[in-house]
C-alpha cells in the first residue's frame, strides 16, 4: 500500500521560511517521480514544484527562484523548502508520488498517489 506523509506545515510571516517534507512508503522512491502541490481556500488544487527520479524539477512560475524541491533516496523523503514566503501562498500543500521516474504527467496534475496535506498559513 502506497502511503505519503507530509509534514513541516505552520504558521509564518511573510518574508519567512518553512521545509515541508513527505515521507513516503509502499513503493520504490527511488525510481519515482515526485511532485508537490497546492490548495487555497475555494481554489483548485495547483501544480507547485516536481522531480524525476534523475533529479530533473519543474517549477511553477509563481514560486520559481523561491521554492526548491529535493529528495532524499535513502530515506524515502522529499522535501520542498520555501523561502522569500507570500501570503498568496497560503494553502493546503500535498505531496504526490507518479506512476513512473518521469515528472511530466505530475505537472498535469496526474499522480499515482496523493499524501493528507499539511496546512501552510503566511501572515502579512
Known amino acids: 500500500q502506497v502511503q505519503l506523509v507530509e509534514s513541516g506545515g505552520g504558521l509564518v510571516q511573510a518574508g519567512g521560511s518553512l521545509r515541508l517534507s513527505c515521507a513516503a512508503s509502499?513503493?520504490?522512491?527511488?525510481?519515482?517521480?515526485l511532485g508537490w502541490y497546492r490548495q487555497a481556500p475555494g481554489q483548485q488544487r495547483e501544480f507547485v514544484a516536481a522531480i524525476s527520479s534523475g533529479g530533473s524539477t519543474n517549477y511553477a512560475d509563481s514560486v520559481k527562484g523561491r521554492f526548491t524541491i529535493s529528495r532524499d533516496n535513502a530515506n524515502n523523503t522529499v522535501y520542498l523548502q520555501m523561502n522569500s514566503l507570500k501570503p498568496e501562498d497560503t494553502g493546503v500543500y500535498y505531496c504526490?508520488?507518479?506512476?513512473?521516474?518521469?515528472?511530466?504527467?505530475?505537472?498535469?496534475?496526474?499522480?499515482?498517489?496523493w499524501g493528507q496535506g499539511t496546512q501552510v498559513t503566511v501572515s502579512s
Open positions: 504526490a508520488a507518479a506512476r513512473s521516474g518521469s515528472s511530466y504527467l505530475l505537472t498535469k496534475l496526474s499522480a499515482r498517489t
Open positions: 509502499g513503493i520504490i522512491f527511488s525510481i519515482t517521480a
